[in-house]
């Protein structure tokens, strides 16, 4: 068994930096992607199915990906990991760059469908990656560095919406023109951030015996699906009382990114896309901010919550962070005066920083470490299930019970919220080792 060496702070830095560009292109998807939609005549209810990209490459490519890297060394294209999330980065970074060309609804799905395929390709490596290198001292200070490069990245994508219409005036095509701009510099931070993590950071090699393991197996079409089953059929409960949690947090999620621009058009602005274009811009615009400023909470807080969760245990760090959230979620959509959608929305931020980082740290440590990589992915696939039932069930939902209004929908992922936090305290994990 090979001892991992201590890593200095700025070493975990580095090796994480990459997250930021991945995390750089989710918050284009979560706050720029739905205005497009808006921008090329979507309308409410037809929202959640252009959303399906999202969890679909998710719950296909994530577990596969993972358990392909498990049995994986490949030492002149970086090693275990880093040969997907490298792969990952190109393909999203291309993606970025297309995207603000779309001139149809269609051709904007398309193009998200293969986003997310690379975004989804880097992220559950990234994530074994960091349990492969640390050892479960450092683990938590390992996840939590990831959660704020989440906080950092996705901080700028946002803020992007805000200040680049004020420079890049004007439209392009069929979209503002300030579009084109948020898109490029994030198909550049993508392919930059996770090369700086590949070239600052070496992967730990495997022992003899785990390299002949590897070499003795033979990999097919079928490996990859053999060994998911096989890791869910030994799923520790640890991990089915987390899939309950994430049930109901994910579908919560899924329903603010989509209607956040929309609710705050209504309750500030009191206009809809098709009411105001102009109006539903600037609404667009401040919601970039507003995003901008849960993400700036996140990565502030997110060091933070390593200390909580070693004094107290990462259980009741979450489902704090949870109720916080759900509070904000509750509060956000009667706001009228836009400057208090920040305080609002600050628990949000508080809940981000601790859904990005602490559910890892309870089952880290159940896990056997040489399948990190498919039980990675299979945490992922409890993330996007409860996405894909979302975008199958609240177009309906939305139409008939919520009046297609999208403050409703706010309120009613405050609620779901609540519901998580109530099932986080159900979970039962180790308490994170001190160093």
């Not at 205005?35 to 005549?41: E, K, R, S, V």
């Amino acid at each position: 068994m090979i001892t991992k060496a201590k890593l200095s702070f700025w070493q975990i830095i580095n090796m994480n930096v990459g997250f930021f560009g991945i995390q750089y292109s989710f918050g284009l998807q979560q706050s720029a992607v739905n205005p497009i939609y808006d921008f090329l005549g979507a309308s409410p209810d037809e929202l959640p199915l252009l959303n399906l990209a999202g969890p679909l490459t998710g719950l296909l490519v994530q577990p596969i990906i993972g358990a392909l890297s498990d049995k994986t060394w490949l030492p002149k294209l970086g090693g275990r990991r880093k040969p997907y999330f490298f792969i990952g980065a190109i393909v999203c970074s291309i993606a970025l760059f297309l995207f603000p060309f779309s001139s149809s609804l269609w051709m904007a799905a398309g193009l998200l469908w293969i986003l997310d395929a690379g975004n989804n390709t880097a992220m559950e490596p990234y994530r074994a990656f960091v349990a492969d290198k640390l050892d479960e001292s450092q683990q938590p200070l390992g996840f939590q560095a990831q959660s704020f490069f989440t906080g950092f990245g996705q901080t700028l994508a946002n803020v992007s919406l805000f200040v680049f219409p004020m420079i890049f005036i004007g439209t392009t095509g069929k979209l503002p023109t300030w579009v084109f701009a948020s898109f490029i510099l994030g198909s550049i931070c993508s392919i930059g951030s996770v090369w700086w993590s590949s070239h600052t950071t070496k992967e730990i090699p495997p022992t003899e015996e785990e390299l002949q393991q590897i070499q003795s197996e033979k990999v097919n079409i079928f490996t990859p699906f053999i060994d998911i089953f096989l890791a869910i059929k030994e799923m520790p409960k640890v991990m089915w009382q987390l899939a309950v949690v994430y049930l109901f947090q994910w579908y919560a999620l899924f329903c603010y990114w989509q209607n956040s621009s929309k609710s705050i058009a209504l309750s500030v602005w009191n206009t809809t896309p098709q009411q105001n274009s102009k109006l539903y811009e600037e609404a667009v615009g401040w919601t970039g901010l507003v995003n901008g400023w849960y993400n700036i909470v996140t990565f502030l807080c997110a060091f933070g919550l390593v200390y909580f969760a070693k004094k107290y245990s990462p259980k009741m760090v979450h489902f704090t962070c949870l109720l916080l959230a759900a509070i904000g979620f509750l509060i956000f959509p009667h706001i009228e005066n836009k400057y208090l959608l920040f305080p609002a929305i600050t628990g949000f931020g508080i809940g981000w920083a601790s859904m990005m980082g602490i559910p890892y740290l309870m089952v880290v440590n159940n896990i056997p470490k040489e399948r990190y990589g498919v039980y990675m992915g299979i945490i992922n696939m409890m993330i996007v299930i409860p996405m894909f039932i979302q975008t199958i069930t609240f177009g309906y939902i939305m139409k008939h019970f919520l009046h297609n209004d999208p403050r409703v929908a706010i309120s009613f992922a405050g609620f779901l919220l609540v519901l998580a936090a109530g099932f986080t305290l159900t979970i039962s994990s180790k308490k994170v080792i001190h160093e």
